[in-house]
């Protein structure tokens, strides 16, 4: 017989669960941005990482990571039996996002049915099990998973051994099966103790065995429907009948019943605490009582469950200190799962147990590596802590902390440089020694060191590892050159959130190729990149980089159209004519055998082409052709200025990741519904509040994460701007200094736009591009960044466009202006 086991969508998962928030799912686009370094999980494997290999180590890693990290770097490595637990965790967040580790199988039903197929004859009413129960009217539109795996892993364990003993096709086996068939009917019990289904007492004449087998399943019934008080006191009744094979397994249920009680039964504070009371003193009885062994694990699990939500500062001081000493091996992964939770910011107040947390080793690093905490006393703190113990875990959260004028730097670098490349630790101590160096000035010691290391990688290794070592050896780079080689990135990809916890990722990714051209996905810039090419490169020196044969040809168009476009800015004309046959080179297809850049957010819908009745050509090429043949500097600006109001791809700066898609043969270019297109303000925002979604950094609408330098390459970049690379001379680094003030002070591309066009369209009327000018400048003031300002040239654009050309066909298409 084949049955299905039907499982209801959940709200919430309650009761046994560690309670987790929900994840929210809304409809849209994607604005997850790039990723080059994972900073929540690491990107390798959870069994690799368990089994130390733990590349570079960052203090924003979930703290159930951070323990894995500790417990290497404090030279105490998992068990084989500890490290499958911790794996379990994260595959676990990978793939139930909702619940709590180890509170469901799937596989357990699956276990029930099977072993009832394997019974010749066997038949039930329910052909298939619905295992989730309302939570009741404390909750109405939440539910809990009431019929746990284990408990159909037993019912099936059971039926096996009742039929093999007295014969499948005999009425003890058929009885047995008719009372779990409706045991397991109240597994979607609508409401505590509503619709309860209660097998009947068994008949005397059924073996001694089955009798007792029919008490434990009365039991379960009336636990299941949640009749908590009643199913107590027959769990406690078995459990005090030596004879009984459920007495063990009932006494651990009837401090389940107390948890039920209290998680779900009242919302009563006090009633809550004293049902978890009195399920942690039964737990405690089951815990010290020999006759009980063999639920032993469950009942240190269940007492840790309690005492997560009755008493949550002695649990996390109790649980760092058994972590440490893997003082509880059986149920590690709980418990580094409940530490976890109980040292997450916000969930209680932590402070009330301060004090005491500093008694542990391991939780005193926990919270100092994690902390963020650079002020003087908590690097004198680390920097004690690693005197006092000689241990690498304190030696690594002194360093992360560190910079150029620690004191006793020369201490920490020392040590540092003794850690041997086989320990765990070596990776995340060479890349803060490095760091370090650089920051001293030590670019050529950092260099050598960062070399060896980036040959020794393995090409399966970490990519977020070797991103990280990448981004310090491009800041130690000697030239150009090496600049552009080591700015290129491997994206990780297939990246998982859960709720309230993100997954890991396996990556097996291939070399980074040479050039890009082949070999894997193609590299991109990642953020680091990105702002030192926009904003600390001289513009010159943009055009030698667009040229470079290490850049695929999807970064060189990026940065030739941005070269161009800063040069348009910055009013530079000898220098952007240099650049437009490049430009008009890819418009033309000349130079596009590889993809062009792919915008990041989808355009949702394209602007209108051009009538036909208009006598201008707006494709790129034409565009471009128009610009190099225009006469005088004012006729290239506004041809420019034409060009770009056509592509809103275009912009002055550089993206990490794919690039915004631009020069595109559509007539009229392409716009995105989100505003990323052409350019935001590069100033700062007038206040830490006022237009933020306007001023975000390097055009990209309202969601900065382009070239966004705080997260992980915060650890390199503390100020969040880029250093001017060092092989600049003091010139060069003048000149993109003062390049970068000018671009900051134009503003946002519409109301720049804007100007340049107004003042054209005064000074030359008869110019037949004019009306379609006008009213590209209003949509752009619809469609792209916009302050205080944007409003007054939107009108005045439209003024003058129905004023002066009332019968021109884009005076029709443009019947708003945008304040």
Known sequence: MAQRVTRVLLTVLLALALVMPPAAV??????????????????????EYAAGHLGVVLPTYAQSELVVAYRYFSGKPLSASEQKQVVAIRNHYQSNEAGGVGESDDAGESYWFSALDDVKNARMTNESVVIYGAAGPSWPYEQYANCLGDAFRTAATTLKARAQEFGEQSSAVASWINAQDIVFSNCNAQAPGEQEQVPPAADPSLPLVIRQDRDYQIAAAYFYAGRWDEAEKRFVHISADSASPWRAISGLVAARCEIREATLGTDDPVVRQESYDAADARLKRIIADPEFSSVKAGAERLQGYVEFRSQPGARLIELGQSLERAASPDTFGQDVDDYAKLLRPGRWNIQEVQPELVKSPMTDWMLSFGSADRRSD???????????TGSKAWLIAALTYADKDTPQLSELLDAAAFVPANSSAYLTVAFHR????????????????????????????????????????MRAARNLDEFLEFALRQEIGDQLESAGTD????????????????????????????????????TQMLLQAAASPRLPKA????????????????????????????????????????????TFFRPFQS????????????????????????????????????????????RPSIYAGLGRESLSSAPTGELDNFRDNWWCSFAPPPSPTAGQQYYSRYNSGFYSIYTNLGGPLAILYPTGNPDPPHFLSADERKTAEAEWKSIMQLGSAPDWLAEQTIEWAKAHPADPRVPEALSLVVRSTHFGCSDSDTGKYSKEAFTLLHQRYPKSEWTADTPYWYN
């Not at 060896?452 to 991103?467: C, D, E, F, Q, V």
């Not at 996905?521 to 030192?532: C, G, I, Q, V, Y």
């Not at 500097?633 to 056509?646: G, N, S, Y």
């Open 555 to 598: 970064l060189r168009l990026q940065i030739t159209q941005a070269a161009w476009v800063r040069a348009i800015l910055l009013n530079q004309d000898q220098l952007a004519r240099e650049i437009a046959p490049a430009l008009s080179r890819l418009a033309s297809g000349n130079d596009t055998q590889t993809a062009p850049t792919t």
């Open 378 to 388: 908590a690097e004198a703190h680390r920097i004690a802590r690693w005197h006092e």
């Open 607 to 650: 602007a209108p082409a051009a009538p036909t009745a208009e006598p201008s050509a707006t494709d790129s090429a034409t565009l471009l052709k128009a610009y190099l043949e225009a006469p005088t500097p004012a006729a290239r600006q506004f041809a420019a200025v034409f060009l770009i109001l056509h592509e809103p791809g275009l």
């Open 434 to 473: 490095n760091r370090l160096l650089v920051a001293q000035g030590g670019d050529s010691d950092a260099r050598a060191d960062l070399d060896k290391i980036l040959r020794m990688l393995p090409s399966g290794a970490s990519l977020s590892t070797r991103n990280l070592f990448l981004a310090e050896r």
């Open 503 to 538: 997954a890991g990722v396996t990556v097996n990714a291939p070399p980074l190729p040479e050039n890009g051209e082949s070999g894997g996905a193609s590299p991109e810039f990642d953020a680091d990149a990105a702002a030192t090419l926009t904003q600390a490169v001289p």
């Open 26 to 47: 809304a409809c849209g686009p994607d604005f997850t941005p790039p990723t080059f370094i994972e900073s929540r999980y690491p990107d390798v494997s959870p069994e």
